[in-house]
């Protein structure tokens, strides 16, 4: 931090707050007396109007190309930042774009030595179709591959046309963060992986039709499938410096933006920089299927690097290229002041005391921070992450200790919907919420009623009316994806997962790491005083333990090590440990079968192991491993 920076005193940050903090005798910061004069004195910024689309403020509809209603917002801003349809660009001489093939695009570089390709895809199928546009301008083989980050690599296989010899070049701890995600969506607890899964999968457009008024806008559309993952067996550091097929480049590892394994790559001698840290919308400081948290910090210093670089060309891995020094910073600027401003109001917010719901509404761009193409709102919109940094710093406590105790939802709405009038009257003020375009307060209304009776047709139809007309006004493609998606499975036309378990063929190859996710699963009403301990013996030799004491599962990774000597030991292969996980078969039919073998009670292990809650398969919407699983 500057000198300068570090010189502000205490008045000055008053002082910087308009007069809206006093100083109490203990030295914290308050309101003052004309801040509690003036309700509206704590506003944050000037413009509200993406929020305020949900709640009757003026928005003009159009519709895109597949018949799909969106806020025309969108469609005037997109294509300056992202590809409408498939494009191969060339931003310089011996170097091509391919955009819109998939989620996120691939730069190419000309050697005569052969090709160097920056980014692969996010499934085999984006390699495959980026695979044949790149034949379409040169048939020299790719020697080289360079990952951005841990998501857009599983087209890599595709590409190396199967050479083994192929460099793939790559942050040092990629290949780790890849297994990782093997199991399901990134989790800051792995065991609840499935569930959030299930929400990538709507997040991604699975349950959108292509076509018509409820169709996805933006095409964050992901095909399913196992991927052609290529190891990186040529790791950088931050600031090395390597020549790859004659192009002398430098790689920046430090920072990161979603993800925390990102490659940027630096072109001296052409003043090129490929980078994955401007996108094609606001940074997505959280994401609403849910996520570890992304710190504003990283992404903000990684954008001063490119910034300080200076360069002619920038390629991104999330939106169209751009060329010109004083372009480029421009761009730079309005995206990383926006990225600032997010944090940097935020926190004021919750230095003036501010709750997570209070900032949703607050921090919201100024104009001239919405008039930056790139901060078109087209994926995530910022109101969704203000509240995320104020649990990350907080928690969830808004410092009103009326809302230390909350009353349980269901038993909430038992009590307002009375005190409104009844049933009746609810869905009467949620239509008139309806007519006035009040989208949001209409289906916070109806939703009173949803939570008494989730099966009532009358009221599903009011919450899926509500949420369709959210959707047709938003301009992120994940809030969007989110509303629609319910709205269409609220009248039956889709059916939403609530979790997806891993594929059985990752829980076969490391079924130990299952094993203790398996603990959470425990229900205690069907436990009771059990006491018991299990051990597991894989064919691969590994050995682990399951503690049941009472309502705790406590997992045992050396059950040699453990006080207690186990009661009965179970054996089995891992694919045998993969249909308990996912609960495809019974244990009792695979005890009697002999795939799993009892040294002990048969009975009893059968009896422990249904202690354990199951996957409902016809409830669980099953799907391949592969691109929905990466960290988007």
């Not at 999968?201 to 076509?211: D, G, H, L, R």
């Not at 109101?383 to 200790?401: F, K, L, M, R, T």
């Amino acid at each position: 931090m500057c000198e300068k920076c570090l010189s502000v005193t205490r008045r000055d940050l008053l002082t910087s707050t308009a007069g809206l903090v006093a100083v109490s005798a203990t030295g914290a910061l308050v309101p003052s007396a004309a801040a509690a004069r003036s309700p509206g004195s704590w506003e944050l910024s000037t413009s509200t109007a993406q929020i305020d689309a949900y709640m009757g403020a003026p928005v003009e509809l159009a519709t895109a190309k597949n018949g799909a209603i969106t806020n025309k917002r969108l469609l005037d801003g997109i294509d300056t930042v992202a590809w409408p349809e498939p494009t191969i660009e060339t931003p310089a001489e011996g170097v091509w774009v391919f955009g819109g093939y998939g989620l996120a695009p691939m730069a190419v570089i000309d050697t005569p030595d052969g090709l160097i390709a920056f980014d692969t895809g996010d499934t085999r199928h984006d390699g495959e179709l980026m695979f044949e546009a790149l034949r379409t301008v040169s048939d020299k083989p790719v020697k080289a591959i360079i990952y951005g980050h841990s998501h857009t690599c599983f087209g890599a296989g595709v590409l190396a046309e199967g050479n083994d010899d192929i460099m793939v070049i790559g942050h040092p701890d990629l290949n780790d963060v890849v297994e990782k995600n093997a199991g399901g969506a990134p989790a800051y607890f792995p065991e609840i992986g499935p569930y959030l899964t299930a929400r990538v999968m709507i997040q991604f457009n699975t349950f959108m039709p292509s076509e018509g008024p409820d169709a996805w806008v933006v095409p964050t559309n992901l095909e399913p499938d196992e991927g052609a993952f290529i190891p990186v067996n040529t790791p950088v550091e931050d600031g090395q410096e390597m020549d790859v097929l004659g192009v002398k480049m430098q790689f920046f590892t430090k920072y990161g933006s979603d993800d925390k394994v990102h490659t940027t790559v630096w072109l001296p001698e052409r003043e090129i920089l490929m980078t994955t840290m401007l996108w094609s919308s606001p940074p997505q400081l959280y994401s609403v299927r849910g996520d570890v948290f992304r710190d504003p910090r990283e992404w903000i210093a990684g954008l001063k690097q490119n910034r300080d670089l200076r360069p002619e060309v920038l390629i991104s891995a999330a939106t169209r290229p751009l060329v010109g020094k004083e372009n480029i910073q421009r761009t730079l600027e309005g995206y990383l002041d926006g990225a600032s401003f997010v944090l940097d109001q935020s926190l004021r917010g919750i230095l003036g005391g501010k709750g997570p719901n209070e900032l949703r509404h607050l921090v919201t761009f100024p104009e001239y921070l919405n008039e930056t193409p790139h901060n078109l709102q087209n994926y995530g919109e910022i109101s969704s992450y203000s509240p995320a940094i104020h649990y990350q710093c907080v928690g969830w406590y808004d410092n009103d200790a009326a809302n230390l105790k909350p009353v349980a939802p269901w038993d909430e709405a038992e009590r307002m919907v009375p005190l409104m009038g009844g049933r009746e009257a609810v869905l009467v003020a949620a239509a008139d919420a309806m007519e006035k375009k009040e989208y949001a307060w209409a289906a916070q209304l109806v939703n009173y009623l949803y939570r008494l009776d989730p099966q009532d047709a009358e009221v599903r139809q009011a919450k899926a009316d509500a949420l369709r007309q959210m959707a047709y006004v938003a301009t992120g493609a994940n809030d969007r994806a989110h509303l629609m998606s319910q709205a269409l499975a609220l009248e039956g036309k889709v059916t939403l997962p609530k979790v997806i378990p891993p594929a059985p063929e990752v829980i076969a190859a490391d079924p130990t790491t299952y094993v203790d996710h398996f603990r959470i699963r425990i229900n205690p009403e069907l436990s009771g005083n059990t006491e018991a301990m299990m051990r597991f013996d894989f064919s691969d030799d590994r050995s682990v333990g399951l503690h049941i004491r009472r309502a705790v599962a406590e997992f045992v990774a050396e059950p040699d090590q453990h006080y207690r000597d186990p009661d009965l030991v179970l054996r089995m292969a891992g694919e045998t440990w993969a249909k308990v996980f996912v609960s495809s078969e019974t244990p009792e039919a695979l005890i009697s079968s002999g795939e799993i073998e009892v040294m002990g009670d048969a009975e009893e292990a059968a009896r422990l192991i249904d202690l354990f809650g199951r996957y409902i398969p016809e409830k669980a919407v099953v799907v391949p491993v592969g691109a929905l699983f990466h960290n988007h």
